[in-house]
């Protein structure tokens, strides 16, 4: 067997989170943690199909359910009614191409000035009109792209 440093730290993320750590699921989250591309389950499961034994479409769903419902992954809105997923779980900006359906990062530096920037008094005024409060505000800048 080869030695993964990352191995430990899954490990230790998982019971943080209290997540059952199988190697499956371990070999799942490695593979989303390290896609930047914001992938749905069946991009996740041709990634990773050839390399983790027995693994499904549907434990590919299952598990990335378990990962959202632990806080150890987010869900996005992708192309089509798709759906994809980030394990990165700050809150953040993305960029959504209407091209090709590419989902990028904001970076965080300015994300971050934008959702300080959005108007307190207006979403005050949002929760109060509505009778709904609002935990967080996500933010999806869709266009195209117009280099690279
Ligand atoms: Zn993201």
């Known amino acids: 067997m080869q030695k993964d440093p990352d191995s430990g730290r899954i490990q230790d993320l998982f019971s943080r989170h209290k997540l059952r750590c199988t190697s499956q699921r371990k070999g799942l989250y490695k593979a989303l943690a390290a896609n930047t591309g914001h992938p749905t389950a069946e991009q996740l499961y041709y990634e990773v199909s050839g390399h983790i034994p027995g693994m499904s479409l549907a434990t590919v769903y299952n598990t990335l359910e378990a990962f959202c419902s632990a806080h150890l992954a987010q869900k996005l809105p992708g192309q089509g009614g798709s759906t994809r997923y980030d394990a990165c779980v700050h809150n953040h900006l993305h960029t959504r191409c209407e091209k090709s359906g590419a ?38 800048l869709v266009g195209q792209h117009t280099s690279g």
């Open 103 to 140: 989902v990028h990062d904001v970076p965080d530096e300015l994300g971050q000035k934008m959702l300080k920037g959005l108007p307190r008094t207006l979403l005050r005024q949002i929760e109060k009109e509505m009778g709904f409060s609002i935990d967080y505000v996500r933010i999806e």
